[in-house]
């Protein structure tokens, strides 16, 4: 008993300093949530999430004057950015400005919050939903769990501090492949919401149609044609073709030579293989701050460049279907298979924050499950210290977030094929 007052206290407190961290955020506007929110509110006011809109003199807040009275600085960023902004929301589907409508309909600060809960829930049912696939159903208040959140700390902190998706859009894809394997139309139905809430999780998806898992691929493709479908009702259907068009061209043609073209410094700072590459092969900032910051060791053309990321992804998309079909096809998606789906996403998408990167949570619950056996303990040391890398600018321009998610990703490789070979 006492154990678990423990484990209380101490995931109550991580909920309090988090939920403090992400509502604090939105008052001193240094989030993303709030872009997801006037997203939402779009939709309700009867435009659509693309349009540019209104900046923060717009916002409802529970509070109004704490946002004026903030630090040094925000009265003066709020004049730079009075009238119409750019849209927060261009890389996803416009099924999120519907999915984030709801939200919307409260304050923003109190929708926050709102999100905060969801998304600390996601993080919990994420966790449980990996121990199931693991074979070993154990109770959130175990030391497990506290490991595995210790071990991710550096990616899922800022998902909550930042209020962004990562951690339900990996919620909804271990739940898919949880369900998936007694409920498969239902488990198929939670990666096509997942995929059309934030596309990369569509990998679960094209993994059911690669193991023959019919049912489950169906439910995947109807859901999420589904969500595509209701974008008719709400801006017609003229309309939501135009708005499905802009976001091919806007996010979905960019992940080739487009995404090195565009010269857009802000896309050459994240954790993406994309973003490495370009920091590397071209003549770029790899700083967040307009003072230059250059660690290029070439200077490429945008063409050459893409080639170099997709010469990069062949190996990893190798090593995926080497897993995959050396089992039988319609087996159910393991613990180690599941974290290898959920990292590989983090080198096809070319916008890999630390929040996104939180995705390889499964892959470091799969190495913690396997500590006891030597070559998985260097895995999971690799990854840790690896994401370490977060702390300095010097070492996240070179990548080591990125690097850690690739020790995760070669370790549930090696977890999946080891555990292949024992089944045999």
Not at 190 to 199: R, T, Y
Not at 204 to 228: H, I, M, P, S, T
Not at 269 to 297: E, T, Y
Not at 386 to 398: N, V, Y
């Amino acid at each position: 008993m006492t154990s678990r007052r423990a484990f209380l206290a101490a995931y109550s407190a991580l909920f309090l300093f988090t939920a403090f961290q992400s509502v604090r955020r939105i008052y001193t506007q240094k989030t993303d949530y709030d872009g997801f929110w006037r997203a939402g509110r779009a939709v309700l006011d009867g435009r659509d999430p693309y349009e540019k809109i209104p900046g923060p003199e717009a916002d409802r807040l529970m509070f109004p004057g704490l946002r004026k009275a903030g630090p040094a600085g925000i009265e003066d960023r709020e004049s730079e950015d009075a009238g119409p902004t750019d849209s927060a929301v261009k890389r996803y589907l416009p099924f999120f400005g519907i999915f984030m409508a709801p939200f919307a309909l409260l304050p923003m600060d109190l929708s926050c919050f709102l999100w905060h809960c969801f998304s600390f829930a996601a993080l919990l049912a994420g966790l449980k939903c990996a121990f199931r696939l693991s074979g070993r159903d154990r109770p959130l208040d175990t030391g497990d769990a506290i490991a595995v959140l210790i071990a991710t700390a550096v990616f899922w902190a800022d998902a909550f501090t930042l209020g962004q998706i990562g951690l339900v859009a990996l919620a909804l894809s271990l739940a898919a492949i949880d369900l998936a394997r007694s409920r498969p139309w239902i488990g198929g139905a939670l990666a096509g919401l997942a995929a059309a809430i934030k596309v990369t999780p569509a990998i679960v998806g094209v993994y059911f149609l690669l193991k023959r898992r019919w049912a489950a691929a169906a439910g995947c493709a109807v859901a999420f044609a589904l969500c595509c479908f209701i974008a008719v009702p709400v801006w017609g259907a003229p309309r939501a073709r135009d708005l499905h068009s802009t976001w091919f061209r806007e996010s979905a043609a960019t992940t080739g030579a487009k995404f090195f073209e565009l010269r857009e410094s802000v896309r050459y700072n994240n954790q993406s293989l994309h973003a490495w590459a370009a920091r590397n092969f071209m003549d770029v900032n790899a700083g967040k701050s307009s003072k230059p910051f250059r660690i290029n060791i070439a200077s490429l053309s945008p063409t050459a460049v893409s080639w170099i990321v997709r010469g990069l992804q062949l190996p990893l998309a190798l090593l995926c279907l080497f897993a995959f079909f050396s089992r039988r096809s319609g087996e159910p998606m393991t613990l180690p298979e599941a974290g290898l789906v959920s990292a590989v996403t983090t080198f096809v998408s070319p916008i890999a924050w630390t929040f996104h990167l939180a995705v390889i949570i499964p892959s470091v619950a799969c190495l913690l499950d396997r500590r006891h056996d030597r070559e998985f303990r260097r895995w999971l040391f690799a990854t840790v210290l690896l994401e370490l890398g977060i702390i300095h600018p010097f070492t996240r321009a070179i990548g080591l977030p990125m690097f850690a998610c690739l020790a995760a990703t070669l370790g549930a490789w090696r977890a999946a094929m080891k555990e292949r070979a024992v089944q045999a």
